[in-house]
């Protein structure tokens, strides 16, 4: 009312917003409608009892899981309510999760394909949990489109890391300029403040046409675009997966790259404001390209052969050539292979399955030949002299003719002069 009799006393719109204390064009959307809008009344909006129980039980199954995993479970079950109106009842029965941070933190900004950022996350309760053993997440992310990348395994070893790399560049199309890491300690020495490398690290990533860069291990300023994300995949994904268990590290990967692909990649970043599936695609361009060859990230070792022609293991033994024995062979060892090769002068040799510790594997050529090779070394036989005339017969063989073999004892004193007189 007091709009209207304003502008009806000749007042500008200007003028007019500046007294009631609103925008211009709210003004002006007033007049033309002949005042403002009617007040809008919003109902209290509760959850029906039937997803009150649902959400009952989820919480009953799993109690930490966040509120957008609970409501992609009901929106794929048919729920029509808001997200808002489940929070609120998230929070009227659980009340709330954590408290925001008071820290204060300024991003570092960085242009298209110039960074990226990976580390390794412990999940090994999470392993246990699912029946799987040792288990972490290789993550990685593209600092500028916020691309996404994880993969599970057993092991943080280099051979690991070399291909959790290998398999984010892949994921990624192309290769940025540079990779962010820390401590990671199969392929950095020391990581701060001067990052100094591992002789493997250098190789790969001159094969690969970037540069690595270090910082302190937990710098959140410096590294957090990949560490942030471990906690969703912590509270979201890994607390989802608890409701139907994945039964092997394969179907975790295969699981936690399709959700990465329907949750995340498609939805705007609170950061960009943008999904990253589209600012990948502008990024995408501006990455180096691929290494025309895979790079061989499997484990390889020496070992020298003993006398009996095996090589260790991890505490198993296999078998080789037995022409080998006493020779430097390279053990070679694919990750996620359920088969270890053995070469020789760059010539494979030996394939055998993984052995369990402490058990001894023989490939049946190998056995044969090392058996031929030990029969066929004998000593040579030692031949006696012979003698021309034959030995004497023993005395019960003695045939004795008749005659008087009564003979006197002879006197050995006087024969050989032993009591020292003088002989007739």
């Avoid at 007091?2 to 917003?17: F, H, K, N, P, Y």
């Avoid at 052969?305 to 022409?323: H, I, Q, W």
Wanted: hydrophobic share 40%; net charge positive; charged share 25%.
């Amino acid at each position: 009312m007091d709009v209207v009799a304003l502008r009806r006393q000749g007042w500008t719109i200007t003028d007019i917003a500046a007294e009631v204390g609103r925008h211009p064009d709210t003004i002006s959307k007033w007049l033309r409608a002949g005042g403002p809008p009617v007040r809008r009344r919003v109902a209290a909006t509760v959850i029906e009892e039937r997803w009150a129980r649902r959400v009952e039980e989820l919480l009953a199954r799993n109690r930490n899981l966040l509120a957008t995993s609970v409501y992609r479970l009901l929106v794929a079950e048919g729920f029509a309510g808001s997200y808002p109106t489940l929070v609120r009842h998230l929070r009227s029965v659980r009340g709330p999760r954590r408290g925001r941070t008071t820290s204060a933190t300024v991003p570092i900004q960085t242009a298209p394909g110039e960074e990226a950022q990976a580390d390794w996350s412990d999940c090994c309760d999470w392993g246990e949990r699912f029946g799987l053993g040792p288990l972490h997440c290789f993550g990685a992310i593209l600092c500028w489109s916020r691309h996404r990348f994880w993969w599970f395994a057993a092991s943080t070893d280099r051979a690991h890391s070399l291909e959790g790399l290998v398999r984010w560049f892949e994921d990624a199309g192309g290769v940025p300029g540079r990779v962010r890491i820390d401590n990671m300690g199969a392929l950095v020495a020391r990581a701060h403040p001067r990052l100094v490398l591992h002789p493997p690290a250098r190789e790969f990533a001159a094969a690969h046409g970037f540069a690595f860069a270090g910082c302190w291990p937990g710098d959140a300023a410096r590294k957090g675009k990949v560490e942030r994300p471990f906690r969703e995949l912590k509270e979201a994904l890994l607390q989802e997966l608890v409701l139907d268990p994945p039964g092997s590290v394969a179907e975790l990967n295969a699981r936690a790259a399709a959700w990465l692909a329907t949750v995340v990649h498609p939805r705007p970043h609170r950061v960009t404001g943008e999904p990253p599936a589209d600012r990948l695609d502008r990024e995408r361009p501006l990455l180096a390209p691929l290494p025309r060859v895979r790079y061989d990230t499997a484990r390889r070792e020496p070992r020298r052969v003993g006398r009996v022609p095996l090589v260790e293991v991890d505490g198993a033994a296999y078998s080789v050539p037995p022409e080998l024995a006493g020779q430097l062979v390279e053990v070679r060892l694919p990750v996620a292979a359920t088969t270890l090769e053995i070469r020789s002068g760059g010539q494979l040799v030996a394939r055998h399955p993984l052995a369990a510790t402490g058990q001894t594997a023989w490939d049946p050529a190998h056995r044969a030949a090392l058996e031929r090779l030990a029969m066929g070394r004998r000593r040579p036989a030692r031949h006696l002299r012979a003698v021309a005339d034959p030995p004497p017969p023993c005395t019960a063989e003695l045939e004795l003719g008749p005659g008087d073999y009564q003979v006197a004892t002879p006197d050995l004193a006087a024969r050989y002069d032993l009591d020292g007189g003088e002989r007739p």
